[in-house]
């Protein structure tokens, strides 16, 4: 079984920062990839940001592109979601997400293609 725990919310302003944390556990991974979605209230999740873990390719939804920045730290089996110029549109609960068996080299932006999830963690963006 894989576990997999968030940190890092918060209530910050706009224009301010957060970083959040994914950690994971409870299997040897060697193969696998790793997203971030986001739920806001009354509305779908929606993908933030993928990445593989054997070859750290990336994948940004296009209303993060260039604010956002995803990182892993494969000694520590934890991936980051570094969030910089935040808006009040990313309001949401942020969930990270982790699908075994996936190519080296692979991302994945569908949450089917996901496996397991972290129970969220709240980010609030004030105007």
């Known amino acids: 079984q894989v576990q997999l725990v968030e940190s890092g919310g918060g209530l910050v302003q706009a224009g301010g920062s957060l970083r959040l944390s994914c950690a994971a556990s409870g299997r040897t991974f060697s193969d696998y990839a790793m997203g971030w979605f986001r739920q806001a209230p009354g509305k779908e999740r929606e993908f933030v940001v993928a990445?593989?873990?054997?070859?750290?390719?990336?994948y940004y939804a296009d209303s993060v592109k260039g604010r956002f920045t995803i990182s892993r730290d494969a000694a520590k089996n934890t991936v980051y979601l570094q969030m910089n110029s935040l808006k009040p549109e990313d309001t949401a609960v942020y969930y990270c997400?982790?699908?075994?068996?996936?190519?080296?080299?692979?991302?994945?932006?569908?949450?089917?293609?996901?496996?397991?999830w972290g129970q969220g963690t709240q980010v609030t963006v004030s105007s």
């Open positions: 990445i593989s873990w054997s070859a750290g390719s990336t």
């Open positions: 997400a982790i699908r075994t068996f996936a190519g080296a080299s692979a991302y994945y932006t569908r949450r089917d293609e996901y496996n397991y």
